[in-house]
């Protein structure tokens, strides 16, 4: 007979006894889980409403995903078959070892519920793994209803929203993340067996290396190793320009020229030389008008990561991992979303309210609450799942763990009071002159009200130096004209966030895993990171760098697989973002339920099996690129 008895199941432990305390009120029994020392059982009662009404509640984890995809055994060990035939070998999902003991608590439990309710994060890793849950509470008691909890944070009020009003799994992105599971097995086995045993026959460094292959790692590399030859074959190129200046009022004011810059130093000296015989030049435009500078959007995953790794100076694999944990403690909402709205339902000004205990921004959110406050601007993105990252609670600086918490709590606060805020207000001033028949302008700026740059320091506006005046169609005599020559600039390295933002416009991963991407390819030692205007590292880079913002070098092995693969001549190259960027597309149709799992993944294997059948045809060209780059040090 089954129980008046619901089971939770967080992806977890922290969320788990959120979750517990939030709906015991704190007042639960503790049980150990039998072969593993990290989840627990939390015992208590609940009124859920109905239709489940007052329950016994049993509120337990995993700890990510339970299964992992495999090859059967007899395809696992290197040379048990050809790499190519791992585009169809039987697969099948397993329980992985550490994971059986929660999997066995999970499917005890269930066999004494009436209902499975799934805690798991609310994205599309998210949804797989709590299907893993509903697989193994299935085994237990396979009539069991399964529901799952919608929420973003683990906020009081809702959490116990969440839990009284469950929904069903999306199954749409279940089969999503299946098929990203599947192809990623099964194209990283097969390339990174195929170009491994292929290169390491080359000998000498590559003799004992394991050439790993991701569909997005490659493309990410892709990009580093692009820019690293742009500024390579960097040829710069001279360029002349005309500068005029006016003192008045003891003020200097520079003149800019419309037409900035030009290539040919004869044209350049017979424009300049018809500016010197008009001898005088008269005001041919003024224009004051308001300016603003406008409030940031409210935050996203992608520029969290791109804004942490400029400003917080701290890579983005680091700063979402501290994201997470400032999450699963209860300060901030999820941090996994592509959301930069806020719903009209979410009363901000409460949130703003609990920021006003701070001693550093507390008085500026107090402003925001005797009337400054606006509501935020609204982004074109909403995935409908999360709201944008903003913080729930209020935590002193000295309750969090150490600075790189505290540098990331205070950024995603002072992002939130400034997207509350007005936008920054100015005032510019445009000079125009006719002088010979060129044009020459100049802009002043004054900073009239600051408002959102008083809480938000990663932004600058500051006023210009104020113009002397000018009276329109006056004409005077320029107090200095010159030619003034300078040279075009190679492109520097590419930075984190300048990385990041290619991988975002080209869809290489999702907001949750780009920063696992450029960390993967970082520990493969395909590239090393520098300090931006410092020498390269060591081998894979790493945070360092003191506060200046970390830049990407390929290594000679990482130049020479993207070289060699451009080289192939395959229609598209896998340091190209092209074919992961349809993976990708695909993906979104699953969730969309416009396209099956098995049609994306046939469709995906067919495309891939073309690169790697030419790959095999032509593996003398990725062979001569690594004794080009590899063994030739000519990089």
């Not at 609670?393 to 309750?399: D, E, G, T």
Request: proline letters at 4%.
């Amino acid at each position: 007979m089954v129980s008046n008895k619901i089971l939770c199941v967080a992806e977890k432990p922290s969320i788990a006894k959120s979750v517990a305390q939030h709906l015991a009120g704190g007042n639960f029994n503790v049980r150990n889980v039998t072969g593993n020392n990290y989840v627990k059982n939390y015992e208590f009662d609940f009124s859920f409403g109905p239709p489940w009404g007052n329950c016994s509640v049993v509120v337990t984890s995993v700890l990510g995903h339970l299964t992992a995809l495999e090859f059967h055994s007899q395809y696992r060990k290197w040379n048990s078959c050809q790499p190519g035939q791992l585009f169809e070998a039987p697969v099948i999902t397993e329980i992985a070892q550490d994971k059986k003991a929660i999997a066995d608590n999970i499917k005890k439990q269930a066999r004494y519920s009436k209902a499975l309710f799934i805690w798991t994060d609310c994205d599309r890793e998210g949804e797989h793994i709590g299907s893993e849950v509903r697989q193994a509470a299935f085994e237990g008691n396979q009539r069991i209803q399964v529901k799952r909890a919608r929420f973003s944070n683990t906020e009081r009020a809702h959490v116990i929203q969440a839990a009284q009003n469950p929904i069903n799994l999306d199954d749409h992105q279940v089969n999503a993340v299946s098929a990203r599971i599947e192809l990623d097995l099964r194209l990283g086995a097969a390339f990174t067996r195929y170009q491994t045993l292929s290169l390491q026959a080359l000998g000498g460094d590559l003799a004992d290396r394991v050439l790993s292959y991701g569909s997005c790692q490659f493309p990410t590399l892709g990009f580093v190793v692009d820019r690293y030859f742009r500024v390579k074959r960097f040829v710069p190129e001279k360029f002349w320009s005309i500068k005029v200046i006016q003192v008045r009022d003891d003020i200097k004011v520079q003149f800019s020229w419309h037409r900035s810059r030009l290539f040919d130093r004869a044209s350049v000296i017979v424009l300049f030389e018809r500016c010197l015989a008009a001898r005088l030049a008269r005001v041919s435009k003024m224009q004051r008008k308001p300016t603003s500078k406008w409030r940031p959007l409210p935050l996203t995953t992608v520029e969290l990561q791109k804004l942490g790794s400029m400003y917080l100076r701290m890579d983005s694999q680091r700063v979402m991992k501290v994201a997470e944990e400032l999450y699963n403690k209860g300060w901030i909402s999820y941090p996994r979303t592509e959301t930069d709205q806020f719903d009209k339902g979410i009363d901000l000004q409460r949130l703003v309210e609990k920021q006003t205990r701070d001693g550093t921004w507390g008085p500026y959110a107090q402003s925001l609450l005797n009337g400054a406050f606006k509501h935020p601007r609204a982004g074109r993105n909403n995935d409908q799942a999360h709201p944008p990252i903003h913080p729930v609670n209020y935590v002193a600086r000295n309750a969090l763990r150490d600075d790189d918490e505290r540098k990331v709590y205070e950024f995603v606060v002072r992002r939130f009071l400034a997207c509350c805020s007005e936008d920054a207000k100015g005032e510019t001033t445009t000079v125009e002159i006719e002088y010979g028949d060129e044009t020459f302008f100049t802009v002043g700026l004054i900073v009239l009200q600051r408002n959102y740059l008083d809480v938000y320091p990663y932004e600058k506006w500051e006023s210009s130096q104020q113009l002397p005046n000018f009276i329109l169609h006056e004409v005077f005599e320029p107090t200095e004209a010159n030619i003034t020559d300078g040279e075009t600039t190679a492109p520097g390295y590419l930075t984190e966030p300048e990385l990041i933002g290619l991988m975002d416009a080209n869809g290489i991963g999702t907001d949750a895993t780009m920063a696992e991407h450029i960390a993967k390819i970082k520990e493969r030692e395909y590239v090393l990171t520098q300090p931006r205007g410092g020498s390269a590292g060591g081998r894979g880079g790493g945070r360092g760098g003191g506060n200046s913002v970390q830049q990407f070098i390929p290594t000679t092995l990482g130049v020479a697989l993207i070289e060699g693969y451009d080289s192939i001549g395959l229609d598209t190259s896998l340091g190209k973002p092209f074919l992961r960027k349809e993976m990708e597309a695909k993906m979104k149709e699953i969730c969309a339920g416009t396209k099956s799992r098995n049609d994306c993944v046939q469709e995906t294997l067919e495309q891939y099996r073309e690169v790697f059948v030419k790959t095999q045809q032509q593996i003398g060209v990725l062979k001569e690129a690594c004794r080009k780059y590899v063994f030739g040090n000519q990089v």
